[in-house]
């Protein structure tokens, strides 16, 4: 007998899974998929299509319990997959495929980019290599050891992962390119073993760690990616995070591109992450969760994407810390104005001398101020140093020597030198600054603002996000007696701005808009909005000391989560006496522990409350502030105190600007003699008058532009151009119902019911379906799916990956 489909019984819905990463973020022509079948169905009576290919054969149902299999033959652009159940019914997906060298969303790409010479095409494209290394029993060999399996080493030790699974200590090294970059992936790994994405080797316990690199600049080539603990990597004696991670079980990677003093750009850093995790998943298997690790710009890296790209990170070490690049850059661009008042060189660019001057090589000239017969003492005063912050009694000066260089556009490697920027020579060239490198988030500047040499060029530079209109330099230094009002009235009418370029000019720096704006919604200027949705463990030892590594940055982070949180209970610092990372055992060993009882925690709470309600609720008892002794053993609750790590500040918490230091533009009121406690001649005042003639900085109120951030930008359009500042993405696309066919025979009807929480199929009458049936199939679908896929503003947990429960 044969009966209208309408007359059917209503049958459990069929879901496509894209486990690789959101359906329309897959890249490199493959993608691994599942099928969620209505109870019941049998596995090989399943038809599985690629657009009109037949890949049923791809699939089966797997060792894991799932009906799975890893879709390959993806064309560029849009690919309809299709389950098919035997009534008709199923569902499908449209998966979006990506090149391999990207982009996905990070907009028009960076040219000239100078490939390796093995590439096999534009993109850098090469076939991925694997070699194996081991952990040898000889203690004096910290370092993994080359391995041949075809000649195994007789000192390879054993591990114990958390899974409890022991094996030999045998290390699989996968590199590759992707993004036009390297990656490095190592996992452990029993050579002649088989391995696939549902039934991996038994020591592999889901879980990945991602390293991430240094300082904060530009490449145009392909670079190799960071590995371990940057701030560690190399110390006698020490194993390395990234050692420890893999005989845990953990799968440890990075790329190239989250490298900071490669690309100082958290969309280009999130687009390479993305892509190596969705590589590993499909190579590998599904991730239960990822751990960022990172000193100085790692941490930086790691904090900045975990905000604008939330998901991506479960859990966070940081060390070193720096919140950002770019309200960073308005501490920068005061150290430079300072030393360039004070006669004290920091840098120079192939356009000229740069703010500061010319430099010696190397060093930073002297310990004697040239300029304006002042001390030291006052220098870091007005700087936010503590004098004792030696060796270099100046950190402020050799934090200006250091980063100040980054943003300089003539500062291009060599691979591009013809087509580099110059002034006088090629005034359209590439321009190698870290704020042209982030043009794509910041905007270009609008054609009333350009100077001299972008009318040379044609065309506006990358807007400035920063600014100095109405900052009072040295007012605490002044209020304290520090500086005399001379003093400080000569310095505000002097220490002036810069330009594009960077050369010295006599006016104050006005922020480009929309950059401004940009730099807040895209997270250039990390506000944390999203920030609460995981753990960080952040570890901190004093200044390292004076050479730049500030530690009032994680402060700054702290209270930034304050402002908008209400709280900071999702961030733990451990300190302790060892410069910077304040315990190298805390770091390698105990963070990692702790991470993963926190998550674990969170992964087991199935309450509906938000993530980061979960994420502070779930914080195991024993994870707070704490004070050790550099070798691991707590010395007590809290943090060790200014005694152990102090904390200084900027040049503008000393004008005023609270420790959270995100206010690149502040607002103003009117200059006020009842302001001062101290008191000005008439010249006096009528020079502070011109020097702030709109009013001086208000930092009770919030900065101009100051917003929260906006997650999940693409800055690229449906035909690649580039969308300045960004686009918001959307909702990750879910699989959509079939309906069954016209017509089905009535012995494969049946009647769904609910069992355990999930559709059953039972033997029954049948039942008509109709279209209200049908809307509420669609709806149920939808929802289902939309908890595996869709990108939320409140819970991004599981973004860009798949969770393996524990």
């Given at each position: ?74 064309q560029l652009g849009d690919n309809v997959v299709t389950a098919t159940m035997p009534n008709g019914s199923g569902a499908r997906i449209t998966i979006t495929n990506h090149p391999n060298g990207g982009p ?695 973004t860009g990956q798949r969770h393996v429960h524990p």
């Open positions: 007998m044969v009966v209208p489909a309408s007359h059917a019984a209503s049958p459990a819905p069929t879901v496509i899974q894209v486990l690789s990463n959101r359906a329309d973020l897959i890249s490199g022509g493959e993608a691994l998929v599942a099928v969620e079948l209505p109870a019941g169905t049998t596995p090989a009576s399943v038809r599985m299509t690629l657009g009109t290919n037949d890949i049923t054969s791809d699939f089966a149902l797997r060792p894991n319990g799932r009906y799975e299999g890893l879709v390959t033959g993806l996905m969303f990070s907009g028009p790409q960076v040219e000239p980019w100078i490939c390796q010479k093995t590439a096999v095409d534009a993109q850098c494209d090469e076939p991925a290599q694997f070699t194996y290394l081991y952990k040898s029993t000889d203690p004096t060999k910290m370092d993994l050891q080359a391995y041949d399996p075809a000649h195994p080493a007789a000192d390879v030790a054993k591990t114990t992962t958390d899974n409890g699974v022991t094996v030999p200590f045998i290390v699989r090294k996968e590199t590759g390119y992707q993004d036009r970059d390297r990656y490095r992936i190592e996992t452990l790994y029993q050579p002649g073993q088989p391995w696939s994405p549902w039934d991996p080797q038994p020591q592999w316990d889901h879980k990945l760690l991602l390293t991430h690199g240094s300082s904060c600049h530009t490449s145009y080539g392909p670079t190799d990616p960071p590995w371990g603990n940057g701030a560690l990597t190399g110390t006698p004696g020490m194993e390395d995070i990234s050692t420890v991670a893999l005989g845990r079980g953990f799968t440890v990677a990075s790329t190239a591109l989250d490298n900071s003093d490669a690309d100082c750009s958290p969309v280009l850093q999130a687009e390479s992450i993305m892509m190596a995790k969705e590589h590993i998943t499909e190579s590998y298997g599904e991730l239960r969760y990822t751990v960022g690790e990172g000193c100085s710009g790692g941490s930086l890296a790691e904090q900045w994407m975990a905000n604008a790209y939330p998901g991506l990170y479960q859990g966070l070490i940081a060390t070193c810390t720096f919140p950002d690049a770019d309200s960073t850059a308005q501490q920068i661009l005061d150290y430079a104005l300072l030393a360039n008042y004070l006669g004290v060189p920091i840098s120079s660019g192939a356009s000229g001398p740069t703010l500061g001057g010319v430099v010696p090589v190397g060093t930073i000239a002297g310990e004697l101020l040239p300029k304006r017969g002042w001390t030291t003492t006052q220098a870091a005063a007005v700087a936010g140093d503590g004098v004792a912050n030696l060796p270099v009694s100046w950190n402020w000066g050799f934090s200006a020597y250091s980063y100040f260089q980054l943003g300089d556009p003539t500062t291009c490697p060599a691979s591009i030198h013809a087509e580099a920027y110059n002034p006088n020579t090629n005034p359209g060239g590439v321009r190698c600054g870290v704020i042209d490198w982030q043009v794509n988030q910041l905007g270009v500047r609008q054609p009333n603002v350009w100077d001299t040499e972008e009318h040379k060029a044609g065309h506006g530079f990358a807007g400035i996000p920063v600014d100095n209109v109405g900052v009072q330099y040295g007012l605490a230094a002044l209020e304290k007696g520090q500086i005399s009002p001379a003093q400080f009235v000569d310095l505000n009418a002097n220490i002036g701005g810069g330009t594009p370029d960077l050369l010295p000019a006599p006016q104050r720096v006005v922020a480009d808009e929309p950059a401004l704006a940009n730099a807040y919604r895209t997270g250039l200027i990390n506000e944390t909005t999203y920030l609460d949705q995981l753990p960080i463990i952040n570890l901190a030892g004093p200044n390292d000391p004076g050479l730049a590594h500030d530690s009032f940055r994680a402060f700054a982070l702290r209270a930034r989560l304050d402002n908008v949180h209400g709280t900071h209970a999702n961030q733990v610092m451990w300190q302790g006496p060892a410069p910077i990372i304040g315990d190298p055992v805390r770091l390698n060993t105990t963070a990692l522990d702790a991470l993963d009882r926190w998550i674990t925690a969170i992964e087991r709470d199935q309450t509906g409350r938000s993530l980061a309600t979960k994420v502070i609720a779930n914080k195991p008892a024993g994870i707070v502030d704490q004070c050790s002794n550099g070798v691991g053993i707590t010395l007590h609750d809290g943090i060790c105190g200014s005694a152990v790590v102090p904390v200084y500040g900027t040049p503008r918490t000393v004008a005023g600007e609270p420790i959270s230091t995100d206010q690149n533009k502040c607002q103003l009121k009117p200059l006020r003699r009842s302001d001062y406690r101290v008191t000005f001649t008439a010249d006096q005042w009528a020079s502070l008058e011109k020097t702030f003639p709109v009013g001086v900085c208000d930092y009770s109120k919030p900065g101009v532009d100051q917003q929260p951030t906006v997650p999940w930008l693409t800055y690229q359009n449906a035909h690649g151009g580039v969308v300045y500042g960004g686009t918001p993405m959307g909702p990750a696309p879910v699989s959509t119902p079939l309906a069954p066919s016209a017509f089905v025979s009535a012995a494969s009807l049946a009647r769904p019911s609910v069992a355990n929480g999930r559709l059953a199929v039972t033997g029954g009458p049948t039942q008509t379906l109709g279209l209200v049936g049908l809307l509420l199939l669609g709806a149920a679908v939808a929802l289902r799916s939309s908890l595996h896929s869709t990108v939320t503003e409140t819970d991004t947990w599981s």
